[in-house]
Nanobody
Framework: QVQLVESGGGLVQPGGSLRLSCAAS????????MGWYRQAPGKQRELVAV???????TYADSVKGRFTISRDNAKNTVYLQMNSLKPEDKAVYYC???????WGQGTQVTVSS
């Protein structure tokens, strides 16, 4: 079994920054992809960014140039640096590890003045 624990969410003003962290523990073997997804009220969960073991990244168009995903393989931890936050970035952010489709519990990000 794999456990994912997220941290770093909160309330920030438009234009501000937050850094999310997600630490994985448990039976983690081999090559895996870690990523961040988000779900706003009344909307479907959507991909924000993913990163492979080798560091290859993919971003949603809406966050390109503002968000940066990174990982520390030695710590089985993935990060999401979020800059220039906008009110539309408000959502619950979830960490995911694949294969196996393991999800974290989610962390709330609110962008408001």
């Amino acid at each position: 079994q794999v456990q994912l624990v997220e941290s770093g969410g909160g309330l920030v003003q438009p234009g501000g920054s937050l850094r999310l962290s997600c630490a994985a523990s448990g039976r983690i073997f081999g090559i895996y992809v870690m990523g961040w997804y988000r779900q706003a009220p009344g909307k479907q969960r959507e991909l924000v960014a993913v990163i492979t073991n080798g560091g290859a990244t993919t971003y949603a168009d809406s966050v390109k140039g503002r968000f940066t995903i990174s990982r520390d393989n030695a710590k089985n931890t993935v990060y999401l640096q979020m800059n220039s936050l906008k009110p539309e970035d408000k959502a619950v952010y979830y960490c995911k590890l694949s294969p196996g489709n393991y999800w974290g519990q989610g962390t709330q990000v609110t962008v408001s003045s």
